[in-house]
């Protein structure tokens, strides 16, 4: 039997895609299947956690003993995700957000039109950047999607967000990233270390998450 190693801590992790409403019937979204944040959200059960996970519409069923809270829109897991944030010990975020939605909305489905329709698009809130600066004590965990120069745009978000340790994975290699049962990541600490692992399933990934997060807390409390 595993050892709980998270006994008596919160962690709060998102998963999953986000839906921006065009109308009633239409919206803007990704390929995120919800896969990597529900393995997270298993492990930290696993590990003895109360593990509430924020997620948007995926087709997962919830895991056994998590407290799910289900959302759509960007705005709503930011309210979601900032609704749990004061008490929580650690959070990580590995919901493929929304950077845009519509900047309107229709309340009516938008009849066909001849020719074109050019939709304007606004930016959504960065969730993991307003976490960064609210940070007290939790461990910010966040997560990179980079189809090029994967470590050192990784490196580049642990930095402007604040970020305790960061999962980069390269979504143009096959078996990592959106949608698949297996992913290729990179781990890098705020302290510097930066570990590169092979292709591994998404249950395996998120234990070597929680391996080396834990080992970050071990140096965190000995320096
Ligand atoms: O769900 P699966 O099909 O299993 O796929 C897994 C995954 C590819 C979605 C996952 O491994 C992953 O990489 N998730 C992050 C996807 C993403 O949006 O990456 P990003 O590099 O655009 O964002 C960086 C970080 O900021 C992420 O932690 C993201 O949650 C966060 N973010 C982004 C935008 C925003 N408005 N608010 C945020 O908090």
Not at 40 to 60: H, K, M, N
Not at 85 to 105: G, L, N, Q, S
């Amino acid at each position: 039997l595993e050892q709980p190693r998270l006994k008596g801590k919160k962690v709060v992790v998102t998963a999953g895609p986000t839906q921006e409403k065009i109308d009633p019937v239409r919206y803007f979204t990704n390929h995120s299947s919800g896969k990597m944040g529900y393995a997270i959200a298993e492990q930290a059960q696993r590990e003895g956690a109360d593990v509430i996970l924020i997620s948007g519409p995926t087709a997962l069923p919830c895991p056994k003993g998590v407290k799910r809270v289900a959302v759509e829109t960007a705005q709503e897991m930011y309210e979601a995700v900032t609704g749990q944030f004061a008490d929580a010990d650690i959070v990580i975020k590995a919901a493929a957000v929304a950077d845009y939605r519509p900047k309107e909305v229709f309340t009516e489905k938008r009849k066909k039109q001849p020719g074109e329709w050019a939709i304007e698009m606004e930016r959504t809130i960065d969730i993991l950047k307003t976490l960064g600066e609210q940070k007290q004590s939790q461990l910010l965990v966040g997560f990179a999607a980079e189809s090029e120069k994967v470590e050192e745009y990784a490196a580049k978000k642990l930095e402007a967000k604040n970020l305790d340790l960061i999962v980069a994975n390269d979504i143009s290699a096959s078996g990592a990233g959106f949608k698949g049962d297996t992913n290729i990541i990179t781990i890098l600490t705020r302290d510097g270390k930066t570990k590169q692992y092979p292709l591994l399933s998404k249950q395996e990934a998120a234990r070597r998450i929680f391996d080396e997060l834990l080992d970050y807390m071990k140096r965190q409390q000995q320096s």
